[in-house]
């Protein structure tokens, strides 16, 4: 057998290429509990059930932002969560047309001989633990593994192993009806040019997709989040025009047709960085068999967050900025945006965090 | 560094390009010469080298069918022969708007411990011999690996070898001006289905792009030579339509769309089979990143040299199905060959067991 043909093979193959509709794409608000804390306590909120579900309804009841959206990824709490009217949020979404994905892993734990090097766990039970999660409603999945440049790093074991971690994790989605994100996340810090996170991308995404073919992953069911290729965090920026030529390059010397969409991470960049680099890569003439958008987890909430600050009252406020954003990167991935998003409160704040752990 | 950018970047690319212009595909004119003396043996011409040399200038020469026709691949001798006039094939070639590649590879050589599985040679001063072909006016090369189903083949041993030696074979192409045609055959013969084809091409196109890869190819100054998709020799034949559908299925999932042309092998197809399945994979309507197109070689002269009979009078007569097929696979390409209606030798299969070339 060459892929993946079990009971799943269509619905996989129609979910993923409903995710890469053009004029939509993916809110990555799987942010763990730990993570999602960090948040909170930057607006002054207390980490509680009640405030992160407060948060999350924020989000998924924005009146006219779901059009614009074909996926959200929740945290296993948040896909069994209600509205204060005590409507499941897997419901909302569905009813706004956009599918519940759910975050998989279980975080990154170090490879033992390497310079802080990660791998992610999260492969026990897995299967189960899909099955059980398309029964509430998800249908597709995320598994993040993370590496980094420097002198001798990514290593050849950090690349096979991450890899291969993500290729196994894949095939057991599919096997259990979700459509795999693949995410092997290069973190921008460090001091080195475009050009080297170029190198390291395109030999990151080779490994995978050697690796994907060697699991019998079915590519037409998947979808891949990626980094954009930029220069490191310590780098001088560069002009999202060159930022667009260095990933797809990186993307048509790695990335099979079969997939159907490109959903990028938005690492460390600001909102407004991210929506303009997404905006220019689909302007870029050339070969982009895959549609490019975004999934996108601060890039799309941090001035939204900033803007409510946990109170009540700011709600309105707050999902008007989520609604901004929401519409901006709509454009992007449709090479039509014009920068008219950038006036919002935050929006071109840098997100970076050094060796920012999720 | 990610991919080769040397001094001959550029030009790789713009070769590549030109070879994948839509209506145009490659002349696999190099056969060796024994293996050239199988074919004029089967029209009863002796194999001296006048032979091989009016053969090939009764092909090259055939003016009308060389707008259908991007590159020439040659043999070693062919590259330095000239027509009966004295002018170096490659000067004709080259005022014809023809690209002339060259045959590197040395041969096949059996893998110990394998079931019959083989890898090829030619590594040894590879690079020299690509620098003193570029300076005789080569701009292209071509290197077979070839793979077998079987059982168990092709095993996992024959797969990591072959794709590993194109890929250095690639590489070394490009540190001396020449675009590496990358072909990794897998012989159509066996009882298999065509579903089995399509797991096997795809796993050996993975491992070969994931090589070409770990080797820092410059994968736009490449071309892919696959074969089609299709059941093995001893099954059922499929439709056109499905031969497409499962050959582009199984590209789609592997090439990265960087390589700018892919250039089937005809295998043991038949000359209308060939141009037929050409046609319609360039039909079917499924996003498609590079151009698909033909490098034939008895797919494109097996008529050509039945007609000509080793004989001068046939000339015209060979040229005009030279001509004939020339044309037919140039609109394969663009999804617009109507059919012929084929006689005999078109429709004959070429297809010989355990094809030694």
């Not at chain 2, 096997?200 to 070969?208: F, R």
Request: net charge neutral; glycine share 8%.
């Amino acid at each position: 057998m060459s892929a993946y043909c079990g009971q799943f093979h269509d619905e996989l193959i129609a979910n993923a290429a409903y995710i890469g509709t053009p004029g939509k794409g993916i809110l990555a608000a799987d942010e763990s509990t730990g993570t999602i804390g960090k948040r909170l306590a930057s607006i002054n909120v207390e980490n509680v059930e009640e405030n992160r579900r407060d948060l999350r309804e924020l989000l998924f009841c924005t009146p006219g932002a779901l059009q614009y959206l074909s996926g959200v990824i929740l945290f296993e709490e948040t896909l069994y969560q209600k509205t204060v009217d005590g409507k499941l949020f897997v419901e909302v979404l569905k009813e706004g047309g956009v599918l519940p994905g759910i975050k998989v892993d279980k975080g990154t734990v170090e490879l033992a001989g390497t310079n802080g090097e990660t791998t992610t766990q999260g492969h026990d039970d897995l299967g189960k633990r899909c099955k059980k999660y398309y029964e509430a409603g998800a249908r597709f999945a995320k598994w993040r593994a993370v590496l980094k440049i420097s002198p001798n790093e990514p290593s050849q074991l950090s690349i096979d192993a991450n890899a291969n971690g993500l290729a196994r994790y894949a095939i057991i989605c599919q096997e259990n009806g979700l459509v795999p994100i693949v995410e092997p996340e290069i973190l921008v810090d460090g001091p080195h040019d475009i050009a080297k996170c170029a190198e390291v991308t395109e030999r990151v995404l080779a490994a995978c997709y050697k690796a994907l073919n060697d699991h019998h992953v079915l590519l037409e069911g998947s979808l891949l989040k990626p980094n954009m290729v930029t220069p490191g965090s310590e780098s001088k920026k560069v002009a999202p025009e060159v930022v667009a030529e260095y990933t797809v390059r990186a993307l048509q010397r790695t990335v099979p047709a079969a997939v159907p969409a490109i959903v990028f991470l938005s690492g460390g960049q600001s909102e407004e960085e991210a929506t303009l680099n997404l905006n220019a890569m689909n302007k870029l003439q050339g070969k982009k068999p895959w549609s490019l958008s975004f999934s996108f987890g601060r890039a799309l909430q941090q001035s939204t967050l900033k803007a409510w600050a946990g109170k009540v009252e700011n709600v309105e406020k707050a999902r008007t900025a989520f609604l901004t954003r929401c519409k901006a990167n709509s454009e992007a991935t449709l090479g039509t945006y014009k920068g008219d998003a950038a006036g919002g409160v935050g929006v071109s704040e840098s997100l970076h965090v050094k060796d920012y752990k999720y | 560094m990610s991919a080769f950018v040397g001094k001959y970047a550029d030009e790789l690319i713009r070769t590549a390009k030109y070879i994948a212009t839509p209506g145009k595909g490659i002349l696999a004119a190099d056969e060796s010469t024994g293996t050239i003396g199988k074919r004029l043996s089967s029209i009863n011409v002796e194999n001296t080298e006048p032979n091989r040399q009016a053969l090939r200038e009764l092909l090259f020469t055939t003016f009308d069918a060389l707008p259908s026709i991007s590159g020439v691949i040659l043999f070693e001798e062919t590259l330095y022969q000239k027509t009966s006039a004295g002018k170096p094939f490659v000067d004709v070639l080259a005022d014809n708007k023809v690209i002339p590649g060259i045959k590197v590879d040395k041969g096949i050589v059996e893998l110990a411990g394998t079931n019959g599985e083989t890898t090829t040679q030619g590594f040894d001063s590879l690079g020299a011999r690509c620098q003193q072909y570029y300076k005789a006016g080569a701009r292209f090369a071509k290197w077979r690996a070839v793979l077998k189903i079987g059982p168990t083949e092709p095993s996992e041993l024959a797969i990591q070898q072959n794709a590993q030696g194109l890929a250095r074979y690639a590489i070394i192409c490009q540190e001396n001006g020449l675009v590496p045609i990358v072909e990794p055959e897998i012989l159509t013969d066996g009882n298999h289905d065509i579903k089995k084809c399509a797991a096997v091409t795809e796993t050996v196109l993975a491992a070969v792009y994931k090589a070409l890869n770990d080797h820092h190819v410059l994968l736009e100054g490449t071309l892919l030579k696959p074969n089609m998709v299709t059941p093995g020799s001893d099954s059922p034949k499929v439709a056109p339509a499905v031969v497409a559908e499962y050959t582009v299925g199984a590209l789609r999932r592997t090439v990265p769309p960087a390589v700018p042309g892919i250039v089937f092998l005809s295998g043991g197809q038949s000359e209308e089979d060939a141009t037929l399945n050409l046609n319609a994979m360039n039909k079917l309507g499924v996003l498609k990143p590079w151009t698909l197109s033909f490098s034939f070689g008895r797919a494109l002269q097996q008529s050509t040299i039945k007609k000509w009979s080793g004989k001068k009078e046939n000339v015209p007569s060979a040229q005009a199905a030279f001509l004939a097929r020339c044309k037919a696979n140039s609109e394969a390409t663009l999804g617009k060959y109507a059919g012929c209606a084929a006689d005999a030798a078109a429709s004959e299969s070429l297809y010989v067991k355990d094809y030694k070339y």
